[in-house]
Structure formats: C-alpha cells, structure tokens
C-alpha cells in the first residue's frame, strides 16, 4: 500500500534542463506533487537519444513531466515562455549564464519580472573564480578529491554512478523547498543557485574536516587505514563474493563463533577493537580461509539473526531479482512513448510506513503536452505553431 501525501500539488513548475543534474531537480518536486512541464526545443531534449550508459538518464530523471516544445531562438518562442512563466511557481533551469542572458531570462531579469517566481539554477558552479567554467560530473570529482579518494594511489576513478549530478539535483529541489517556506512568509520569489562542484566537495568534507584536524592526508579508500577489525570483501566456497563487517567488540565474537574461530575469538591480545585493527595483517587471511571453507547461503542464513553486516557483491541489473527491492512500493512502472514500460526505484523514504504513491510517472514524447498547456495559457494554435517550431495537428 502507498500513499498519495503530495505537498507540493497545486504548484507549476517549468522546467528547462538537461542532462541529469537538473532533471533530477524537476523530477523531485514532481514526486512531491508539482506539475512539472518540461521544455524541449523542437527536435526534442538531446538525452533522449543518448545510447550506452546514457540510455537510462532520460527515462529515470523525467518521469511524470509534461513535455512543450519552444523555440526559443524565436521571438514567439520566448514570447511564450514568458506566458508560462506568468503562471509558474518555480523555474528549473541548467544553461550557462551566457545562453540563458543572450536569451533574456538571466535570474535577475526573471526576478524583477515575476516577483514571486522561485528561480533555481543548477550551475557548476557557485558565485566565483570558477563560475563560468564547464563542468561535468567526471570534471568536479576529479577537481574536489573525490576521484582520488576512489581509486587507488595514481590511478583517479569517478565512481560508479552519477551520484553527484542526482546529489546537486536534490540539493537544488532542497533549496526550493527552503524559498517555498521563505515565500509563504514574505510573498517573494528568489534566485537559488546550486553547484556541482560545490556538491562534491560537500561529499568528500569528511576527508577535508580529518586533514584540517590531524593535518595529515588520508589515503584514497582503497588503501584507507581501517577502523573496523573486519570489513572487507571475501570468497566462499562456492566462489562467491561476500563483503563482511565486524565494527565492534561484540561483533568481532559473533563473527569468529560462527566461523568457528575460538583460537582468534579466545586470544588475549584480541580482546580490544584496536588490538583487533592493529592485528588485521594476521587476523584477515585467517578469516578468509574459514569463510572459503563455508557456502554463501550458508553464511547469510548464519549472519542476518546474528547482526553481522553483510552483503552480497551484486550488479545493477540484479535488483530487479531482490526481494526488498521488489516489495511494495519499491519499484515504479514507467511507460516511454512508443509503449515500452520499465520499472525504476522510488523514492528512498517512507511516510507513516508508506512509499508514496507512484502513479502518473511516465514519459511524454516530445511536445506531447505543447497544444493543451499554451492553449490554456491563451495562446491560439497559431501562436504555438510559431512558438513550438512544429506542426500543430488539426
């Protein structure tokens, strides 16, 4: 069972992005509840025809969205985003401050225009030296650290996801949220601006707060020095992949009882969680040889009663065979345009023990949404043939 708690229902907002970082931001606020219009130019968001690892940006991040076509080098184009703008509570937009002034809807013009328009721009990055580089995901992890701390010593990886871009689109619908509370005091819109830089480093501040402390670096994590007796990956006997922790005192003799390690469990000089750390050369081939001796189902049988963090290495594609995953509420059905469905997660948060409700999530094709949403916003079907760019059917 779900629930349909939309807090944001009654509220517009138009939404011209790209890529993941800003859609991400569109998408949140729909969840929420928002009615989310989507801008395309006339041949359609670039995205949507990405191939590859790119193939899933699109239909992850512009779930439920209307999608309008403008052509926005028009002056009827522009002409019609002003129009929407008269009605929307927030503006989305990811361009660069040059594209978007050259355009005419640089923040502060749209500030002073629309009084009470929320403006949230999903940039690079912040006010600064560096505000009009180009920045991508891969850029500011290698910028900030958070590329070196994930691979090992001189070989810099950015990690397995695009996490950043998705973490800047939820801090730039979190900022929204902040000024819709700001605007319910004092009536006014405001200019938000998020940084995929700045998000990064906020990611890797634990690294940045421990050298500031201790004034010594700490190594990428592959090589990190540990603070748990056991957290590592091992082999069972069946030549699986399991990753094992054993962060306390009382896990550490949990651990070695059901492995059947008494000697390691019984040690004196094994008694303390840093004697446990400081031993770990001699301690972990120890454990793995007992975990080689045991089958994978038979540990994770033995783990889960007993507390012992544990998982198995899994790839993406496998969650769609998990259980948890495949609960109630875990997954939701999209459709695409031409009748395709696929299944993506939900939000990762529950209200009073419910997901919310995830209905309404598919992907409109492109301008499928432009006649009904100028119509209402007065325009006639010729205004929209020239501000779309497109043939507007009969």
Same mark, same amino acid.
């Given at each position: 069972?779900?629930?349909?708690?939309?807090?944001?229902?009654?509220?517009?907002?138009?939404?011209?992005?790209?890529?993941?970082?800003?859609?991400?931001?569109?998408?949140?606020?729909?969840?929420?509840?928002?009615?989310?219009?989507?801008?395309?130019?006339?041949?359609? =968001?670039?995205?949507?025809? !990405?191939? &590859?690892?790119?193939?899933?940006?699109?239909?992850?991040?512009? +779930? $439920? #969205?209307?999608?309008?076509?403008?052509?926005?080098?028009?002056?009827?184009?522009?002409?019609?985003?002003?129009?929407?703008?008269?009605?929307?509570?927030?503006?989305?937009?990811?361009?660069?401050?040059?594209?978007?002034?050259?355009?005419?809807?640089?923040?502060?013009?749209?500030?002073?225009?629309?009084?009470?328009?929320?403006?949230?721009?999903?940039?690079?990055?912040?006010?600064?030296?560096?505000?009009?580089?180009?920045?991508?995901?891969?850029?500011?992890?290698?910028?900030?650290?958070?590329?070196?701390?994930?691979?090992?010593?001189?070989?810099?990886?950015?990690?397995?996801?695009?996490?950043? =871009?998705?973490?800047?689109? !939820?801090? &730039?619908?979190?900022?929204?949220?902040?000024?819709?509370?700001? +605007? $319910? #005091?004092?009536?006014?819109?405001?200019?938000?601006?998020?940084?995929?830089?700045?998000?990064?480093?906020?990611?890797?501040?634990?690294?940045?707060?421990?050298?500031?402390?201790?004034?010594?670096?700490?190594?990428?994590?592959?090589?990190?020095?540990?603070?748990?007796?056991?957290?590592?990956?091992?082999?069972?006997?069946?030549?699986?992949?399991?990753?094992?922790?054993?962060?306390?005192?009382?896990?550490?003799?949990?651990?070695?009882?059901?492995?059947?390690?008494?000697?390691?469990?019984?040690?004196?000089?094994?008694?303390?969680?840093?004697?446990?750390?400081?031993?770990?050369?001699?301690?972990?081939?120890?454990?793995?040889?007992?975990?080689?001796?045991?089958?994978?189902?038979?540990?994770?049988?033995?783990?889960?009663?007993?507390?012992?963090?544990?998982?198995?290495?899994?790839?993406?594609?496998?969650?769609?065979?998990?259980?948890?995953?495949?609960?109630?509420?875990?997954?939701?059905?999209?459709?695409?345009?031409?009748?395709?469905?696929?299944?993506?997660?939900?939000?990762?948060?529950?209200?009073?023990?419910?997901?919310?409700?995830?209905?309404?999530?598919?992907?409109?094709?492109?301008?499928?949404?432009?006649?009904?949403?100028?119509?209402?916003?007065?325009?006639?079907?010729?205004?929209?043939?020239?501000?779309?760019?497109?043939?507007?059917?009969?």
């Amino acid at each position: 069972m779900t629930t349909d708690i939309r807090p944001l229902a009654g509220l517009r907002v138009v939404e011209m992005t790209h890529m993941i970082m800003g859609p991400s931001c569109g998408m949140f606020l729909g969840m929420l509840g928002a009615e989310v219009i989507k801008i395309e130019p006339p041949e359609g =968001d670039k995205t949507r025809a !990405l191939t &590859g690892m790119g193939r899933g940006f699109y239909p992850t991040f512009n +779930r $439920g #969205k209307k999608s309008i076509t403008l052509d926005l080098k028009s002056d009827a184009g522009r002409d019609a985003l002003h129009r929407l703008l008269e009605t929307a509570d927030v503006f989305v937009e990811n361009f660069r401050d040059q594209s978007l002034a050259g355009m005419g809807f640089a923040p502060e013009v749209l500030r002073a225009r629309y009084p009470r328009l929320i403006v949230s721009s999903l940039k690079g990055f912040l006010k600064g030296p560096y505000e009009n580089r180009t920045a991508m995901d891969e850029v500011v992890q290698m910028m900030t650290g958070m590329a070196y701390m994930t691979g090992p010593t001189g070989r810099p990886l950015r990690i397995g996801s695009s996490a950043n =871009d998705i973490m800047g689109g !939820l801090f &730039g619908a979190f900022a929204v949220l902040a000024a819709l509370l700001e +605007r $319910g #005091k004092d009536g006014k819109g405001h200019v938000l601006r998020t940084g995929l830089f700045e998000n990064c480093l906020f990611l890797v501040a634990q690294h940045m707060v421990q050298f500031d402390i201790e004034g010594r670096e700490a190594p990428p994590m592959p090589e990190r020095e540990f603070s748990w007796p056991v957290y590592d990956i091992f082999e069972t006997s069946d030549g699986r992949q399991i990753f094992i922790g054993a962060v306390t005192e009382g896990q550490w003799v949990t651990l070695c009882n059901i492995l059947g390690l008494e000697s390691l469990r019984d040690d004196p000089g094994l008694q303390k969680r840093m004697d446990q750390i400081e031993a770990r050369d001699r301690t972990i081939p120890i454990v793995a040889e007992a975990v080689r001796a045991r089958a994978f189902d038979e540990l994770l049988q033995a783990f889960e009663p007993a507390g012992i963090p544990f998982s198995p290495i899994h790839r993406p594609a496998e969650m769609y065979d998990d259980p948890h995953v495949n609960r109630a509420g875990g997954l939701f059905t999209s459709t695409l345009p031409e009748g395709t469905t696929y299944r993506a997660p939900a939000m990762p948060f529950e209200i009073d023990d419910k997901p919310l409700c995830g209905d309404g999530l598919d992907i409109a094709a492109i301008g499928a949404d432009t006649r009904a949403v100028l119509s209402a916003a007065g325009l006639s079907d010729e205004d929209i043939a020239r501000a779309s760019g497109m043939e507007m059917p009969a």
